[in-house]
């Protein structure tokens, strides 16, 4: 398994925590949303907390997978 630090696009160099980051608040975006139409956050009891675990959970499953 080969872990990158470092990425390259077109001469400029990302960490590979920025895309993790942007990846965990695409997903995050996605997760709202759908909650939104399915009309699930009046289930969560602070919704502001969950969104905030989620995109905890999310960066660490980016952050050990990718």
Do not use: E, H, K
């Amino acid at each position: 398994m080969v872990i990158r630090q470092v990425i390259d696009i077109d001469g400029l160099l990302v960490s590979a925590f920025v895309i993790d980051v942007a990846l965990s608040l695409m997903t995050l975006g996605l997760v709202r949303w759908l909650f939104g139409v399915l009309n699930l956050w009046r289930y969560v009891w602070n919704p502001p907390l969950a969104q905030f675990g989620l995109l905890v959970c999310f960066l660490g499953i980016y952050t050990l997978f990718l």
